[in-house]
């Protein structure tokens, strides 16, 4: 990557400060994620480029409101994204957006830090959670209604900005979490108490960060933060005059029910996240280069389209998997597809999809997927369950990969189809074999295909709303040249293809894609 590149840039936000024993105010560094040691291509940078996409953007926006109304919160992350370090960049990335934040230093090292509990001995998704209602509101503020709100006004990033880079923890003497907070706060007393006192006496509160894989007692996190939210409702504290506490955790770091009181604090889990709109926006950044071929650009769209689809959650393999595919059928696109991805893991190679259409769309995974989600195997992604690698798509005797295509194919070009249709439904009463065909003629053959099998008949439609098939049954009454007869052929088998859940192949749709940008008109 270069300096010009967007991963290399950026502005650092709001300084989130360390006070340290000493009062003295060191910055949160920003952490650089290592590359993958299981194999397959992927994106090596910087975070700083995937924290200002559009879903990230959105789930620190929730994390923020909450915690800055006082709440103290969990935040859970697949084991995969602690042990590559993109959890680590992302409380980071939290803590920077943040006033008073103390960052507690854990008790073990970067190096010896605990690989993570096994899918046995994890915590599944509490009964009170998993039967809270998908839609929430944090402050009054529905994130639900605008996933995503005006957050591309804000995707421009800064140039010229030094963002500080993380280093491995140093080892430091185990000690409680009780005491090394009190030593960051600089007091001998309970700390809890200490940030009670603070508060009640008109100080700014602060917002205490834990970062439970790096704390060896995961009973003890528990105990701190109960006690915590217990002791703050007990003096009296109330709404952003309360201080509050972030632990960020994996699945099996945090006991169930840890929270106590649900309408004091709050759980957050690393689901759901990524969407669709992250990796347009990531290939924007990266475009392919400028071209004045109106055909071949919208070509490089359809591809994008089919990218991010195959893709999904994974969006650190999409940049890579379209520069890997330049277009073509879908033996290419698996081809390609298995140069990029990583080793397979059991814990997919094994997994189910879920056949619940309400899993997809709950705010937390749920028992049935809760292990996979853990594993990093699986995440909801536009409304569906999917496998994060998804190596199941390079089996040729399956369907996923060709559904998958036609997904994406249907969302760029059906709705350039219905535009050409409507097109030339304006050309009609200009095209009509003058003296041979009336408007009446050519509409009731067009309707013809509308009649019912069983004797009865459907609602006609009306002229404007005549489909492909009508138009081309009833071509033989205009005046056409041979070339757009050609392009009205195009346009119903593409029609008709597509509605049938199956791509089209790469010369029929390079054919489209240059009958979707000439006009009716032209010569």
């Known amino acids: 990557m270069t300096a010009a590149d967007p991963w290399v840039r950026g502005a650092v936000p709001k300084g989130a400060q360390s006070s340290g024993g000493n009062g003295s105010g060191a910055q949160v560094p920003k952490a650089r994620v290592p590359v993958p040691e299981s194999g397959g291509a992927t994106w090596q940078g910087d975070d700083e480029g995937l924290a200002r996409l559009p879903g990230p953007r959105r789930h620190l926006d929730l994390l923020e409101a909450d915690l800055l109304s006082g709440r103290s919160c969990v935040w859970y992350f697949p084991d995969p994204f602690v042990e590559s370090g993109r959890a680590d960049f992302f409380v980071d990335e939290l803590a920077h957006r943040m006033e008073g934040v103390i960052a507690v230093p854990g008790a073990v090292s970067l190096t010896d830090r605990d690989p993570g509990p096994s899918p046995s001995s994890r915590v599944p998704l509490p009964d009170s959670l998993a039967s809270l209602d998908a839609t929430r509101s944090v402050g009054g503020a529905d994130f639900q209604d605008d996933p995503y709100g005006d957050l591309l006004s804000d ?60 704390e060896t007692s995961h009973e003890e996190a528990a105990r701190v933060l109960r006690v915590a939210v217990a002791t703050f409702h007990e003096a009296g504290l109330s709404g952003r005059a309360q201080p509050r506490f972030l632990f960020a955790a994996r699945a099996g770091d945090l006991p169930r029910h840890v929270l106590g009181d649900p309408s004091r604090s709050s759980v957050h889990w690393w689901w759901k996240v990524w969407n669709r709109l992250d990796t347009e926006v990531l290939m924007a950044w990266q475009s392919r280069g400028h071209t004045d071929n109106p055909a071949g650009a919208l070509l490089r769209r359809v591809m994008d389209a089919v990218v991010a689809e195959v893709c999904g959650p994974d969006i650190d393999r999409a940049l890579v998997l379209r520069d890997a595919w330049g ?38 995974p749920d028992a049935e997927i809760h292990d996979a989600w853990a594993d990093g195997a699986v995440d909801s992604w536009d409304g569906r369950i999917r496998l994060v690698h998804g190596r199941r798509l390079l089996d040729s005797r399956s369907h996923e990969l ?52 069983n004797g009865g008949t459907t609602a006609l439609p009306d002229l404007h709303e005549l489909e492909i098939g009508g138009l081309s049954a009833a071509a033989y009454m205009l005046n056409l040249t041979s070339s757009q007869r050609h392009r009205l052929r195009s346009l119903h088998t593409a029609r008709n293809t597509l509605s049938h859940r199956t791509p089209l192949g790469h010369e029929d749709l390079v054919a489209l894609t240059k009958v979707l940008t000439t006009d009716w008109t032209a010569k």
């Open 402 to 453: 060709r559904v998958l295509v036609c997904h994406a194919q249907n969302r760029v070009l059906l709705p350039l189809i219905e535009e050409a249709r409507t097109a030339l439904i304006h050309l009609l009463p200009e095209l009509l074999r003058k003296g041979r065909h009336s408007l009446e003629d050519f509409c009731a053959k067009a309707r013809s295909q509308y009649k019912n099998k």
């Open 327 to 364: 277009g073509g059928d879908l033996d290419s696109l698996r081809a390609a597809l298995a140069g990029v991805l990583p080793d397979e893991q059991l814990t997919e190679a094994e997994y189910e999809p879920s056949v619940r259409m309400s899993a997809a769309h709950a705010w937390a």
């Open 155 to 214: 995707l421009v990033v800064a140039i010229g900005a030094e963002i500080p880079k993380a280093s491995p923890s140093a080892p430091v003497p185990a000690s409680t979490l009780q005491d090394r907070l009190a030593k960051e706060l600089g007091v001998t007393g309970d700390p809890v108490v200490a940030l009670a006192d603070q508060a009640a006496a008109g100080l700014a509160p602060h917002t205490v960060f834990v970062r439970c894989w790096n």
